[in-house]
Antibody, heavy 118, light 106 residues
Framework: QITLKESGPTLVKPTQTLTLTCTFS??????????VGWIRQPPGKALEWLAL???????RYSPSLKSRLTITKDTSKTQVVLTMTNMDPVDTATYYC??????????WGQGTLVTVSS | DIQMTQSPSTLSASVGDRVAITCRAS??????LAWYQQKPGKAPKLLIY???SLESGVPSRFSGSGSGTEFTLTISSLQPDDFATYYC????????FGQGTKVEIK
């Protein structure tokens, strides 16, 4: 059974750096073809893809946010970490991590709401 | 960047209706398209990938079609559990989601 769960702060101040962790089970990020991505959704708005990391450590970022994002995986390959710098109130959103086989996302975490406010 | 445009934004329908949601890409994406269903407060659920492949466990009343720039998600007979918001996602060049289509009770 594949599960993913996001964790991190619920409130960050403007200009701060956000660090989110995705802890997963039921699959290995060492398996060829497997990836973990991050997607966010501002309240009442649409989904926005942010980043994706593959089993071979290949990384892809949304072009519009690339300068602010870093995605990494840990050596045990059961966690993926996303950092986003220079947070702004417009970054307030529910952040999801998800399992990916071929860029689509077939298993999702429950999401974590991050509010950016002073 | 590839832009994805869904229509309509809101769709009012009744149980048993056949409904169709369209997703248009700003450039050709072959068949690299997925559809998701999302209910309030929940994570999205994958319905269709590769434009027309039904994800395991998804009811057969859901179907996808199209290639290139125009795609359709069809629900053959709307059920009470299907009232939700639906998103398309292209994954031909990085990834982009559509703005969503809310299917509401008529």
């Amino acid at each position: 059974q594949i599960t993913l769960k996001e964790s991190g702060p619920t409130l960050v101040k403007p200009t701060q750096t956000l660090t989110l962790t995705c802890t997963f089970s039921g699959f290995s990020l060492s398996t060829s073809g497997v990836g973990v991505g991050w997607i966010r959704q501002p309240p009442g708005k649409a989904l926005e893809w942010l980043a994706l990391i593959y089993w071979n450590d290949d990384k892809r970022y949304s072009p519009s946010l690339k300068s602010r994002l870093t995605i990494t995986k840990d050596t045990s390959k059961t966690q993926v970490v996303l950092t986003m710098t220079n947070m702004d109130p417009v970054d307030t959103a529910t952040y999801y991590c998800a399992h990916s086989s071929v860029w689509y996302f077939n298993y999702w975490g429950q999401g974590t709401l991050v509010t950016v406010s002073s | 960047d590839i832009q994805m445009t869904q229509s309509p934004s809101t769709l009012s329908a009744s149980v048993g209706d056949r409904v169709a949601i369209t997703c248009r890409a700003s450039q050709s994406i072959s068949d690299w398209l997925a559809w998701y269903q999302q209910k309030p407060g929940k994570a999205p659920k994958l319905l269709i990938y590769r434009a027309s492949s039904l994800e395991s466990g998804v009811p057969s009343r859901f179907s996808g079609s199209g290639s290139g720039t125009e795609f359709t998600l069809t629900i053959s007979s709307l059920q009470p559990d299907d009232f939700a918001t639906y998103y398309c996602q292209q994954y031909n060049s990085y990834s982009t989601f559509g703005q969503g289509t809310k299917v509401e009770i008529k």
